[in-house]
C-alpha cells in the first residue's frame, strides 16, 4: 500500500503484519479441501497525516458479501443491543409513525424488525443476496444493493430522504470511504442523523484486539479519523458514544454539515483520550506487534501443552475475528479438532485456511471436552453463560484475548 485512501498520503508506516491469510468468511465446503485456496497478506498500516489505519484493499466487497456466512440474528446480545439502540433513537429524534429509517447493510434485519414493530417506515439496504432474503422473509423491506452515491440518490428518489441514517459495522467494510460516506450523505434528509457504530481502534491497540483485523474490514478508525472520513462526504460529527461491543466499539452521530452545529462535549473528551494514548504519533503503535506475538505464543504453548497431557480442547464460535487468530497461531485440527457454531449455514464447513470443522454446538455436551476454547471473546458473558453446563464434568474455557485466560464455570 502506497497512499492513504482517505487522505492520498503516501506517508504509511506500519503497525502489525500478519502474514497472508484466507478471506475470513470463505467457510469452505468439503468438496473445496482438496483445491487451492487463495490467502492474502493481511498487514495493517497507518497514514502518519490523517491517522486512517488500513490494509490494502486486496479484496473486493463483492468477493465477500454477496453471499455473506454471518447472520446478525444468531447473537441474542446483538439483538438486545439493536433493540435497545432503536428504543434509544426513537426517543432522542422523535421519530414516528411519519418517519423514514434507513439501515445500511441491514444483514437480516436484526435491528430493523424493531423499527417495523413500531410502525415505522423503513428500508434495509443489504448487499447479501442470501441474508437479504433472510430480512425479507421476516418482514423487513430490504433491496440488495452495495451503498454508493449512485445508490443512495436512487433510494432517495424512490422512497424520499430518510430522517435517521443508521450504518452499524459497516464503515470499516468499505474500501471507497469517500464514496460510501457521498452515499450515506444522498440517503439523508437535510435535516436528518446518521448513526454509525464502529470498533474504536483505541480499544483495539490497548486491549490487544488483533483478531478483529481482516480482510472485511479496511480501515480501523479514531473519532479522529471518523470526523475526517464523515466530512469528506460532507456530513460533520456532532456526538460520540462509547459502546462495549466488539471489545470496544465508537457510535458516531453525525448530520449534514449544513445544520450540524457545534459538536458535544463527548467528542471533544474522546479525542483527548486518543491523543493522550498516542494515536496521532507513532509512539502509540509502537508496541503492539510485540504484544501480538506474546498472544500467539500463549495460545500455542496452552493448547500443545494440553495435547502432550491428552487432555481435549475444541471451539466454541466461528467468527470471523477466529478465523484470524486460528490462521496467524497456524491452528490445526491436531491441536482444535473442532469448532461449533450456533449458525446452521456454518454446519458441515470448514474454516478458512486452518480447515477445521464446524459442527453444531450439542457435539460439546456430547464430547464433554476438559477445555472449550471461546474464538468469540468479545461476547464473554453471554457465552459464559451459554456454556455453563460444561460444569459439570469440570470442564473449563478458553478466552485468548486480550490475553491467555482460562476459567472455571460457574452454575
Not at 445508490?151 to 441514517?165: E, K, N, Q, S
Not at 498472544?295 to 481435549?312: K, P, Q, S, Y
Request: proline share 7%; glycine share 8%; with cysteine.
Amino acid at each position: 500500500m502506497t497512499r492513504c485512501r482517505l487522505c492520498g498520503s503516501e506517508a504509511m508506516a506500519s503497525v502489525v503484519d500478519l502474514g497472508a491469510t484466507p478471506p475470513c468468511e470463505s467457510f469452505l465446503a468439503a468438496e473445496q479441501l482438496d483445491r487451492p485456496e487463495p490467502a492474502y497478506p493481511l498487514h495493517l498500516r497507518v497514514c502518519t497525516e490523517c491517522w486512517l489505519a488500513q490494509i490494502p484493499p486486496l479484496i473486493t466487497p463483492e468477493d465477500t458479501f454477496s453471499e455473506y456466512a454471518y447472520f446478525s440474528s444468531y447473537s441474542k446480545s446483538w439483538v438486545e443491543h439493536a433493540r435497545t439502540f432503536v428504543e434509544g433513537a426513537v426517543e432522542r429524534l422523535g421519530l414516528g409513525a411519519d418517519s423514514f429509517v434507513v439501515e445500511v447493510a441491514s444483514n437480516d434485519g436484526y435491528l430493523l424488525r424493531h423499527v417495523v414493530d413500531r410502525g415505522i417506515r423503513c428500508l434495509g439496504v443489504e448487499p447479501s443476496v442470501n441474508v437479504g432474503a433472510s430480512a425479507r422473509d421476516a418482514g423487513v423491506p430490504t433491496v440488495t444493493e452495495f451503498l454508493s452515491p449512485k445508490t443512495g440518490a436512487a433510494v432517495r428518489a424512490g422512497h424520499g430522504p430518510a430522517d435517521l441514517v443508521v450504518a452499524n459495522n459497516v464503515y470499516a467494510h468499505i474500501p471507497d470511504v469517500v464514496g460510501f460516506t457521498q452515499g450515506l450523505r444522498a440517503l439523508v434528509a437535510d435535516d436528518g442523523w446518521v448513526s454509525i457504530e464502529v470498533q474504536h481502534l483505541l480499544t483495539l491497540i490497548e486491549e490487544n484486539q488483533y483478531d478483529t483485523i481482516y480482510h472485511e474490514h479496511f480501515q480501523y478508525y479514531t473519532v479522529a479519523s471518523a470526523a475526517r472520513a464523515l466530512a469528506s462526504g460532507g456530513l460533520t460529527l456532532v456526538d460520540v458514544e462509547l459502546l462495549p461491543t466488539h471489545g470496544g466499539s465508537i457510535r458516531l452521530w453525525s448530520r449534514p454539515a449544513e445544520v450540524a452545529g457545534e459538536p458535544s462535549r463527548r467528542v471533544a473528551e474522546v479525542l483527548d483520550r486518543e491523543k493522550a494514548a498516542g494515536l496521532q504519533e507513532l509512539t502509540g503503535y509502537a508496541e503492539f506487534s510485540a504484544r501480538v506475538a506474546k498472544v500467539r505464543r500463549d495460545l500455542l504453548r496452552f493448547l500443545i501443552d494440553a495435547a502432550e497431557r491428552g487432555e481435549t480442547v475444541v471451539g466454541y464460535g466461528a467468527p470471523g475475528k477466529g478465523n484470524t487468530l486460528l490462521n496467524h497461531c497456524g491452528i490445526r485440527p491436531d491441536l482444535l479438532p473442532y469448532t461449533v457454531d450456533r449458525n446452521p449455514y456454518k454446519h458441515g464447513r470448514f474454516t478458512p485456511g486452518t480447515r477445521i470443522p464446524v459442527l453444531p454446538p450439542e457435539r460439546i455436551a456430547a464430547d464433554r471436552p476438559d477445555y472449550v476454547l471461546v474464538l468469540p471473546w468479545n461476547l464473554r458473558e453471554e457465552l459464559s453463560e451459554q456454556l455453563s453446563f460444561v460444569h459439570e464434568w469440570g470442564g473449563r474455557l478458553v478466552f485468548p484475548i486480550p490475553e491467555l485466560s482460562i476459567v472455571e464455570v460457574e452454575r
